[in-house]
């Protein structure tokens, strides 16, 4: 009997918790006390941190390890291709609903002296940054630097150069006594995650409450309503048709797959950051959709960096509205070249809180777009950050199920 209830997969007794969490900590939030919402606020910075304390090195393990266990296995180019083929499928396809509902909802242009109010608020400085300098970025020149600052995609490079590296050298007592050193960090890093997952009800009460706070706190520009309703009504198809007709496709359940990984999709939506949410991620994979380990641990890593499909569609929207507000014509080519740019800069993002907010920022400055605008958006941005998000795990959990049924079948 035991064994029946593992293979169920799903925990309903912690989805009871957590949804009781997650409205415990909306009635609390909503009651706008000041000192008790600096406390969650505080609650919350905690676990934030503890996660992408934990995701760091999970990342750096994971994929050392997967490469160095794997590498010279044929299997592993065929993991890697195929996770490249659906995430840039499921990017592209976001970015894609983007236009089609932008060009249906058609949102107008903003006021001169409303974007002339929004420019204040914009975070300076961030349209200097040349996209060699964002490329040089990635190559780190020590060892400490993309741990320290968090830099995901330097921290793939560095993990899976050594991954390779120890998959090709010749097999000595040495290496094997480093890949056992590996591993053993890993599995207490897993151990460490069960632990805070445990206590995971007391930061999702702290989460929601944060977040009711700042949705009640804030104020959406009525201007901004139809651009608002293209960026989450893109993400909404994204997440609930798009992402489930890819699964369908390779035929797999989609109802199986969400409810399986399910924890990491909430765990997404409250932290605002794929990367912090990336233990749960893998632990949900492994536990409750029965991915095969190497898979989880190889692919969820890299699609936690790559696979940023509410990042493209935000892009890709945003891109549009401020290009149009800034009087250029939406021509098909300019369409086809922020697709293609969306989709490319996606990929580089950086999975933590507001990433894709100064990736887009950043762009758009030097594409001498009225950036005034990103001002008035940041108020509503912190909803769109948390669906954006949810729906890039949700994006990485359906590329995981179809990259592991693929290496189940040819194997």
């Known amino acids: 009997m035991a064994d029946s209830k593992v293979n ?243 035929k797999i359940n989609p109802f199986k797959v969400f409810k399986s990984m399910l924890p990491a999709v909430l765990m997404a939506f409250f932290t605002k950051s794929s990367m912090a949410t990336l233990p749960v991620t893998v632990a949900s994979a492994e536990n409750n959709l029965k991915a095969k380990p190497e898979v989880a641990r190889f692919v969820l890593p890299i699609c936690c960096t790559i696979n940023m499909n509410g990042c493209a569609a935000f892009i890709m929207v945003t891109s549009l509205f401020l290009l149009q507000n800034g009087g250029v014509e939406l021509t098909l080519t300019t369409i086809l070249l922020w697709l293609v740019i969306s989709v490319v800069a996606a990929v580089g993002n950086a999975g933590v809180p507001m990433g894709c907010y100064f990736l887009a920022l950043s762009l758009l400055s030097g594409a001498g777009a009225p950036v005034g605008i990103m001002g008035i958006i940041l108020p509503v941005y912190a909803l769109i950050d948390m669906v954006e998000t949810g729906v890039n795990v949700w994006s990485d959990s359906c590329v995981c199920a179809m990259v592991d049924k693929s290496t189940k079948q040819s194997n």
């Not at 929004?118 to 990635?138: M, T």
Request: contains cysteine.
């Open 8 to 250: 169920k997969g799903f925990d309903w007794k912690q989805f009871c918790v957590w949804m009781s969490a997650l409205i415990a900590g909306a009635l609390l939030g909503a009651l706008n006390i000041t000192q008790l919402n600096d406390f969650f606020n505080f609650i919350a910075g905690i676990y934030t941190r503890l996660f992408k304390f934990l995701a760091v090195p999970t990342i750096a393990l994971a994929i050392a390890s997967t490469l160095a266990l794997l590498g010279a296995k044929k299997n592993t180019g065929r993991i890697f291709i195929h996770t490249l083929q659906w995430t840039v499928l499921t990017t592209l396809a976001a970015s894609l609903v983007g236009i089609f509902l932008y060009k249906l909802i058609a949102p107008g242009n903003l006021p001169a002296e409303l974007i002339a109010r929004g420019q204040g608020e914009v975070p300076k400085n961030l349209g200097s940054i040349s996209v060699y300098n964002h490329i040089l970025s990635v190559f780190p020149d020590n060892i400490i630097t993309p741990l320290s600052s968090g830099n995901v995609l330097s921290i793939l490079l560095v993990a899976a150069a050594s991954g390779l590296a120890l998959a090709l050298m010749k097999e000595s007592e040495n290496t094997k006594a480093l890949l056992k050193v590996i591993l053993g960090a890993q599995e207490l890093l897993f151990a460490l995650i069960k632990a805070l997952v445990w206590t995971l009800p007391l930061g999702i009460v702290a989460f929601s409450a944060q977040l009711t706070a700042q949705l009640s706190a804030g104020a959406a520009v009525d201007s901004l309503g139809k651009y608002v309703a293209v960026v989450l009504g893109g993400n909404f198809l994204q997440f609930f048709v798009v992402l489930p007709l890819f699964l369908l496709i390779r």
